[in-house]
């Protein structure tokens, strides 16, 4: 079984700009920290995938109507649920109706082949860090109140990913499997 899901890649110097931020964050923090090569926007996680069904799933995300290259605002920081009780520290995409659209599409390819629709409203952003334990976050807490709103730059996206997720000995390692223009 394969782990996958499909995403958006930011650009190096966006990502260059993000990972400047995580590298001062780091040493405030105890947190399972995202390595920049994993900076990603997310559009429909799949899960388990079984290998022998690989070719039809590229061919339904390849059939997938997209509607053009989609404007990316790369902005702000933030946890996921919420600060008191957080799993996941973010930055913020802004990829308005048109990244919504992909997410929705996507997760409708995805389910006609047997893959759960998304229930959740699909809410974008890079995961810089998850976070098993809440403790231990004050001195984080009040370095990113100093600038609770970077900017880390914007894009034209002009294509999207379907990635392999593998688990390796500092987190997970992404490998694009195939791109599909947008």
Request: proline share 6%.
């Amino acid at each position: 079984m394969l782990r996958l899901f499909t995403g958006i890649a930011a650009p190096q110097e966006i990502n260059a700009r993000i990972d400047e931020l995580v590298r001062r964050l780091k040493p405030l923090a105890r947190i399972r920290w995202s390595p920049a090569s994993n900076f990603h926007i997310t559009t429909k996680f799949i899960g388990a995938w079984p290998s022998e069904r690989l070719d039809e799933l590229k061919s339904a995300l390849g059939a997938v109507q997209t509607g053009g290259p989609i404007r990316i605002a790369i902005r702000g920081l933030g946890f996921y649920p919420n600060a008191r009780s957080p799993h996941i520290f973010w930055t913020g995409v802004e990829g308005g109706a048109a990244l919504g659209a992909l997410a929705a599409r996507t997760s409708e390819a995805c389910a006609a082949l047997g893959v759960e629709l998304e229930k959740k409203t699909y809410s974008p952003h890079l995961t810089l860090a998850r976070i098993d334990a809440a403790g231990g976050l004050e001195s984080l807490h009040a370095a990113i109140g100093k600038d609770p709103a970077p900017e880390f730059g914007d894009f034209e996206a002009r294509q999207f990913h379907l990635y392999l997720s593998q688990p390796g000995n500092h987190g997970s390692v992404y490998t694009s499997l195939q791109e599909f223009k947008l």
